[in-house]
C-alpha cells in the first residue's frame, strides 16, 4: 500500500497533527512525502479531513504536532521560510476568491504581489509582471478575457483565471481545495486536464483535493485517501480497489458513534411514527 518513495521529496510532512479548538481532531500524526512533479489527489468524505491537511502544507491552518519541511526552503518553523515557502506555493480555491469587478489581468497580477514589498506594490506592476500575467492568461485560454470583467466570465473561465494567477506565482507546488466542487461535470474535466497539463509541463507538484472519485482515477498519479483524520490508502489509481474504497468511504467515527448511541436509546425514528404512517413510508421506499 506505501508508494514508492524516490529520494527527493519536494515538500514533506512528518508526524503532523491539526485539532481544532474545540478538541475536533482533523489530521491525527500522519507522515507523507510529496514527489516533485507528482499530481496528487486527496479524496475522502466531507469532514475526513482533506482541506485541513491542504491547508496546513503552508500553514493556513497551523499544525498543533509535527511539521512541514519543504525542500528549497526548509523546515516552516519561522517567519522567513514560511514567506519564501508561500511565494512558491501557489493556491487554488473552490471559489476562486477573485475580485470579481477587477479584470482577469488585474486578478492575475494579484499573482505577483508576494515577489514586491508593499510599498513597491500600491505603485502600477512592472512591464515584466504584465507580460507574464499575460503569457498566464493565455496559457490557460483567456488571453482574449484579460480585459473583461471577472463577474462578466463563466464559472470554468473564472477558475481558469484563478489557475492563471497561481501561475503568476511561477510556483513549484499547487495546492488546490475542491477546485472544481462549483463547476459542471463538461466544465470540472476541461479545468482538471488544463491544471494536469500545465503542471506536467512546469514540473509543478499539484497537491489537490476532490470529492469525485472518477476526477481522481483519471487525473492522478497518486491518491491519498483519507478517513476520520488519518491516511487510509496512499498508492498509484490502479491500486484502488473496492476493499479500498470502503476504507476511504467509511462512516466518520462520530456519526457510527452516534447511530450506535441512537439505536441503542431511543427508537427509530419508524418506530416512533404510528402504525399506518411507518407502512407508507415502506411502501415509499
Ligand atoms: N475552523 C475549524 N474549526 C473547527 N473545526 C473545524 C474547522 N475546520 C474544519 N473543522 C473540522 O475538522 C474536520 C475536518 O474538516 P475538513 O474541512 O478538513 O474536512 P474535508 O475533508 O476537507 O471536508 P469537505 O470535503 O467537506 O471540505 C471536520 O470535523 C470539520 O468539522
Avoid: W
Wanted: with cysteine; proline share 5%.
Amino acid at each position: 500500500m506505501a508508494f514508492s518513495k524516490t529520494p527527493q521529496p519536494i515538500l514533506s510532512i512528518e508526524n503532523l497533527g491539526i485539532t481544532y479548538p474545540g478538541g475536533i481532531e482533523a489530521l491525527r500524526s500522519t507522515s507523507i512525502d510529496f514527489q516533485r512533479g507528482e499530481f496528487n489527489v486527496l479524496l475522502g468524505l466531507s469532514g475526513a479531513g482533506k482541506s485541513s491537511l491542504l491547508r496546513a502544507l503552508n500553514h493556513l491552518v497551523k499544525p498543533t504536532s509535527g511539521k512541514v519541511t519543504s525542500a528549497e526552503f526548509g523546515v516552516l518553523d519561522n517567519q522567513r521560510t514560511l514567506r519564501r515557502h508561500r511565494r512558491k506555493t501557489a493556491m487554488v480555491f473552490q471559489h476562486h476568491q477573485l475580485i470579481l469587478r477587477h479584470t482577469a489581468l488585474q486578478n492575475v497580477l494579484m499573482g505577483r504581489l508576494g515577489y514586491h514589498s508593499f510599498l513597491r506594490s500600491l505603485l502600477p506592476m512592472p512591464q515584466a509582471d504584465l507580460e507574464l500575467a499575460l503569457h498566464c492568461l493565455d496559457r490557460v485560454g483567456l488571453a482574449d478575457k484579460a480585459l473583461s470583467r471577472v463577474d462578466q466570465l463563466s464559472g470554468g473561465q473564472q477558475q481558469r483565471v484563478g489557475i492563471a494567477r497561481a501561475l503568476a506565482q511561477q510556483p513549484t507546488i499547487i495546492l488546490a481545495d475542491e477546485p472544481v466542487a462549483s463547476l459542471d461535470p463538461s466544465t470540472s474535466e476541461k479545468v482538471l486536464s488544463q491544471l494536469k497539463q500545465i503542471c506536467a509541463e512546469d514540473g509543478i507538484t499539484a497537491i489537490v483535493s476532490l470529492h469525485q472519485l472518477e476526477y481522481a482515477k483519471r487525473f492522478a498519479d497518486r491518491i491519498i485517501g483519507l478517513a476520520n483524520a488519518q491516511v487510509v490508502f496512499d498508492a498509484a489509481p490502479d491500486q484502488l480497489d473496492d476493499k479500498q474504497l470502503a476504507l476511504i468511504y467509511q462512516q466518520p467515527v462520530s456519526q457510527r458513534k452516534a447511530e450506535f448511541t441512537k439505536d441503542k436509546q431511543q427508537p427509530s425514528v419508524q418506530q416512533k411514527l404510528p402504525q399506518k404512517t411507518a407502512t407508507q413510508l415502506e411502501i415509499a421506499r
